[in-house]
Structure formats: C-alpha cells, structure tokens
T-cell receptor, first 115, second 110 residues
Framework: AQSVSQHNHHVILSEAASLELGCNYSYGGTVNLFWYVQYPGQHLQLLLKYFSGDPLVKGIKGFEAEFIKSKFSFNLRKPSVQWSDTAEYFCAVTRSSGGSYIPTFGRGTSLIVHP | GAGVSQSPSNKVTEKGKDVELRCDPISGHTALYWYRQSLGQGLEFLIYFQGNSAPDKSGLPSDRFSAERTGGSVSTLTIQRTQQEDSAVYLC????????FGPGTRLTVL
C-alpha cells in the first residue's frame, strides 16, 4: 500500500517569505498526486493536482508543485506567502491504474503566516 | 445544493450510545468516501462506495463502524457503542472528475 509523508508538521512564516512544503510518497508505480488546503473553518479543497505531462503544476492562488519521480516527491511551493495562506495543507496520492481510487493522505502541515 | 453536505455539523454523545452521520453527495457523483480526521492526524480512510459495486470497507477500524449508501446517493455512517477514541471529525467526499469534501461532522464522545 502507498503511504505519504509530510515532514513539516508546523511552519510559521512572515508575509512575503517563500514557502516550500515537503511531500514524499512510497509507491513504485504510476501515481496521481494532489495538494489540498483547509482554511480555518472551511472545507478541504483541491489546490492542485498532477496526473501526467509537465511535472511542474500550477494551482490556484499562486501555488505550484513539482513532481520529481526519482525522489518520489511532490513538494508544494509559493514564492511569496500572504496572511490569507494560513491553513492546513494535505498531500495525497492515488495509483494511476489498478486498484480502487482511494487517495492516501499525509498527516498535514499547519502553516501560519504572520502579517 | 452545489456541494457535499453533512449532518449534523456537531454531535455530542455519551460513551456506549450509537450515532448516525449523514452525507449528501453532489448530484451525479458515483463515488463517495468517508474519512476520519483526528487532531494532528491526516485523513484516515474509512469506506468507499463506487456506483453499484460492493463498497471497499478496508478502512473501517472495527465492526462497530458501518456505512450504507441508499439509491446511489445519500450515505449514512453508523457507529455503534461509541468510545471516547471515536471522537474526531468525520468527513464525507464525493467524486466526479475530482474529489469534493463536505464540511464534516465533529463527533465528541463523553
């Protein structure tokens, strides 16, 4: 079974700082990768996803993530964070083929951005 | 409505009681998931319904947990003889092209 590791559990930044949240998965086959965000008091929502093609994926609100197959990684980045980016961020993976479409989620990273 | 809805939003119950949590998925979505989110933990998969196929129950933590999906739409997650460790936020999601999450039900077992 696949697993997902998010090594940064808590990140605190000042506005305008750059952000990189780590995500590593453990599955040797072809995968689909996701980042979800949960703003305080709101639903989980999809930030961006990778299925195939260009490994650098652009998402909403200026976020991007890069799939590096050799490192089994899908790190989330943003060049300049804002106070409104304060939220919980979850990385998830599914297998591209075979088996049922059940995402495996990481434990999440809590991001706090100070104004 | 346009999104996934869940009820109740909050549920406080006494240890040993049964609870039912409801999920209304987005109309037309054939896939429905239940997850559990505990403080400081990720999303723990519980059960997955896909169309008329037999549900994938591999994530249910014990036989006190069960779920059904009637008519391919509304789903109910039932927890029997609740324990304090069942306290968590229970999330439902439905999927068309992508997965959409509901607001969750916060369950507190006293």
């Amino acid at each position: 079974a696949q697993s997902v590791s998010q090594h940064n559990h808590h990140v605190i930044l000042s506005e305008a700082a750059s952000l990189e949240l780590g995500c590593n998965y453990s599955y040797g086959g072809t995968v689909n990768l996701f980042w979800y965000v949960q703003y305080p008091g709101q639903h989980l929502q999809l930030l961006l996803k990778y299925f195939s093609g260009d490994p650098l994926v652009k998402g909403i609100k200026g976020f991007e993530a890069e799939f590096i197959k050799s490192k089994f990684s899908f790190n989330l980045r943003k060049p300049s964070v804002q106070w409104s980016d304060t939220a919980e961020y979850f990385c998830a993976v599914t297998r591209s083929s075979g088996g049922s479409y059940i995402p495996t989620f990481g434990r999440g990273t809590s991001l706090i951005v100070h104004p | 409505g346009a999104g996934v809805s869940q009820s109740p939003s909050n549920k406080v119950t006494e240890k040993g009681k049964d609870v039912e949590l409801r999920c209304d998925p987005i109309s037309g979505h054939t896939a429905l998931y239940w997850y559990r989110q505990s403080l400081g933990q990720g999303l723990e998969f519980l059960i997955y319904f896909q169309g008329n196929s037999a549900p994938d129950k591999s994530g249910l933590p014990s036989d006190r947990f069960s779920a059904e999906r009637t008519g391919g739409s509304v789903s109910t997650l039932t927890i029997q003889r609740t324990q304090q460790e069942d306290s968590a936020v229970y999330l439902c999601a439905s999927r068309g092209l992508e997965q959409f999450f509901g607001p969750g039900t916060r369950l507190t077992v006293l």
